[in-house]
Each structure stands twice: as structure tokens, then as C-alpha cells.
T-cell receptor, first 112, second 108 residues
Framework: GAGVSQSPRYKVAKRGQDVALRCDPI?????LFWYQQALGQGPEFLTY????????KSGLPSDRFFAERPEGSVSTLKIQRTQQEDSAVYLC??????????FGSGTRLTVV | RKEVEQDPGPFNVPEGATVAFNCTYS??????FFWYRQDCRKEPKLLMS???SGNEDGRFTAQLNRASQYISLLIRDSKLSDSATYLC?????????FGTGTKLQVIP
């Protein structure tokens, strides 16, 4: 596609519910990143994929967070047993050869 | 010390003014440097990359000082449409780190 597509755009989850956030990167981009942006803060790194390989997951805040990219294109970020502190905008970005990063519009997650 | 630090602002400047932002980074091995612009409730968008020799794009000039480990962004002849948060981005190939952003408000 022409850009990075994320869905859903908004998600309201009850505390304890599992959620799955989808990212469809730019076609041909081998690098894919997930970031978490809290209100008034800059995006914080969560995890990085090169094709289907998850090369860095050091930013995932707990074992409730899990990301996958099984075929090297679409990626899913899953959060189990959501907590209120998980409320944030989750941004996905893709990159070709590490030059600049194109971001999707993000998924705004609100845990109530 | 944070990996990437920016003055959060806000910087309130009149139309037509020149404004400059600095950003410092802690990892001397950093390889890539960018400025992103983020409008309220929107995703960050690449404004410009920052090269060692400095680079200019219209009213925007970016510079890198490796010795002092900072990058800068200069905006000349500010427009109302320049109002946004400017994010400094520093990193390597596999991971980039964002600053918390500097908020710019251009006033009529």
C-alpha cells in the first residue's frame, strides 16, 4: 500500500481483556517497529522486526506484551490482561534500509 | 541521563521569526539523526534527516555536532502552519530513540 496502515484506529478495552493491534507496513519494507506513545511524551521503542525475525524486543514493558510478524509483512501486537497503564497510542513504523521511518496513524488504546 | 533530551518548550514565537531547537544525545556511537514533526493527535512525520555536513530544506536547516553530541533545527520565517511538536530522533539501523519533543506555537 501507499502508507503504513494500522487497525483499529481506536480501541476501548475493559481491564483484564486481551487486545490485538494490527500493522500493515509499506510493501517491500523489511524493517518494522512498534512504539508506545503516552500523552505528552515522545514515542517509546517496544520492538523491532527485520522480515519475520524479531531482532529486538527489549522495549516490551512486560510479558503481557507479545508481537509477531509471521510472514514478514503484517505484524500484530498483542496485549494480554490489559491494565490501565497500557492506555496509550501504539504506533507502527516501517523502514527501508534504515532511512527514515514511515509511521501509521496509530491505535489509541484506552483501558477502562 | 536520558538517551535523547530536548527542551519541551513551549516556544511561542511571532510569525516571521526565526527559532532554533537543540537536542542532545548520549550515545556517541549513534549513526542516524532525524527531525520529525508531530501535529496534535497525529502520527510523527519525517521532516528531515540530519547529515554531518548540515543540510537545508527551504526554511529549515538541520545541523549535527558529533563532538558535542547535539543536533539542531533552525526554522526561518516561521509560519502559523509550523505550529507543532518537533521530535528529535537518534539511533542506529535497528533502533531509534525519540526525544520527548519540543512544542512550537507560532503566533499571528
Amino acid at each position: 500500500g501507499a502508507g503504513v496502515s494500522q487497525s483499529p484506529r481506536y480501541k476501548v478495552a475493559k481491564r483484564g481483556q486481551d487486545v490485538a493491534l494490527r500493522c500493515d507496513p509499506i510493501s517491500g519494507h523489511v524493517s518494522l517497529f512498534w512504539y508506545q506513545q503516552a500523552l505528552g511524551q515522545g514515542p517509546e521503542f517496544l520492538t523491532y522486526f527485520q522480515n519475520e525475525a524479531q531482532l529486538d524486543k527489549s522495549g516490551l514493558p512486560s510479558d503481557r506484551f507479545f508481537a509477531e510478524r509471521p510472514e514478514g509483512s503484517v505484524s500484530t501486537l498483542k496485549i494480554q490482561r490489559t491494565q490501565q497503564e497500557d492506555s496509550a497510542v501504539y504506533l507502527c513504523a516501517s523502514s527501508s534500509r534504515g532511512y527514515g521511518y514511515t509511521f501509521g496513524s496509530g491505535t489509541r488504546l484506552t483501558v477502562v | 541521563r536520558k538517551e535523547v533530551e530536548q527542551d519541551p518548550g513551549p516556544f511561542n514565537v511571532p510569525e516571521g521569526a526565526t527559532v532554533a531547537f537543540n537536542c542532545t544525545y548520549s550515545n556517541s556511537a549513534s549513526q542516524s539523526f532525524f527531525w520529525y514533526r508531530q501535529d496534535c493527535r497525529k502520527e510523527p512525520k519525517l521532516l528531515m534527516s540530519v547529515y554531518s555536513s548540515g543540510n537545508e530544506d527551504g526554511r529549515f536547516t538541520a545541523q549535527l555536532n558529533r563532538a558535542s553530541q547535539y543536533i539542531s533545527l533552525l526554522i526561518r520565517d516561521s509560519k502559523l502552519s509550523d505550529s507543532a511538536t518537533y521530535l528529535c530522533v537518534v539511533g542506529g539501523y535497528q533502533k531509534v530513540t525519540f526525544g520527548t519533543g519540543t512544542k512550537l506555537q507560532v503566533i499571528p
